[in-house]
């Protein structure tokens, strides 16, 4: 389980062990892997005590390799969210995403190839940056920042938003006799998004249901706390954007409705 993931659960990470598996071991790759899954560990105030390296020639052509990890981390039983605790005219909050994350890449890599652009070219929405390296921005941790909202009460659900996007995620954190409303307004599309829709002819919805868009974790919050834990939050380096509410479902209706789609590129 990631960190953000944890979370989301109200638990605190304490270690995080890899998995790093190649046809031949490539010191300096793996010096240059293991120090970012450090420096995420450091983000998220987790240990990383360990994990295993695999040389499996034959199974990988040169340069690949697979890498795999998972966090442990712990809570006071009566502070685990395991159950749905948001209601009706609870607001949603959005965090800022810094960049696509680690989800839809299979669908970055054919808008990619369709563009005709090498992952060393500069990338036409990042300035002074290559396309891959602009493509894989390391995901944001968020761990602490929601941490202290956590403490601070009024926090009734969180959501990583991860594959699924904004259309699946969000109903993670609420019951399903409740649904959310979401301006996409609320916030701008973020440069990376609007080439990836307009370059690879992705409709707005379909580019909701698979990438960020720009918001990278959800939180639903008491009405009367929603202030207080925007300025904790933002305090704790997070931009902060007041997204949408939580009303009663209507059958039959959809869990998230996207409001303002249709001033997304597509």
Not at 158 to 182: M, V
Not at 196 to 204: I, Q
Not at 243 to 259: F, N, W
């Amino acid at each position: 389980m990631c960190v953000n993931d944890l979370v989301v659960q109200g638990a605190e990470p304490l270690f995080f062990l890899d998995y790093y598996a190649t046809g031949k071991l490539d010191v300096e790759a793996a010096r240059t892997v293991v120090a970012g899954i450090a420096e995420g560990c450091r983000q998220s105030g987790a240990a990383l005590i360990g994990g295993e390296t695999a040389e499996m020639p034959g199974m990988y052509t040169d340069g690949d390799f697979d890498l795999a990890g998972f966090s442990v981390g712990a809570a006071e039983r009566e502070n685990l969210i395991l159950e749905p605790r948001a209601e009706a005219g609870d607001v949603i909050l959005g965090l800022a995403a810094s960049g696509v994350h680690s989800n839809g890449f299979s669908l970055v890599r054919r808008i990619v190839d369709r563009s005709g652009l090498g992952w060393d070219d500069d990338a036409p929405f990042a300035k002074g940056q290559s396309l891959g390296d602009a493509l894989l921005t390391p995901t944001r941790i968020y761990v602490k920042s929601c941490l202290a909202a956590l403490a601070s009460g009024g926090v009734t659900g969180l959501a990583h938003i991860t594959g699924g996007g904004l259309l699946d995620n969000p109903p993670r954190s609420f019951a399903k006799h409740l649904a959310a409303e979401i301006d996409v307004e609320s916030w701008t599309l973020p440069p990376v998004f609007k080439w990836l829709a307009e370059t690879g002819g992705v409709p707005a919805e379909e580019l909701a249901r698979t990438f960020n868009c720009g918001i990278g974790m959800t939180l639903t919050v008491s009405a009367d706390r929603a202030d207080a834990v925007t300025e904790i939050l933002t305090e704790a380096g997070e931009t902060v954007f007041r997204i949408g509410i939580l009303t009663d479902r209507a059958e039959g209706a959809p869990s998230v409705t996207l409001q303002g789609l249709g001033t997304w590129p597509a």
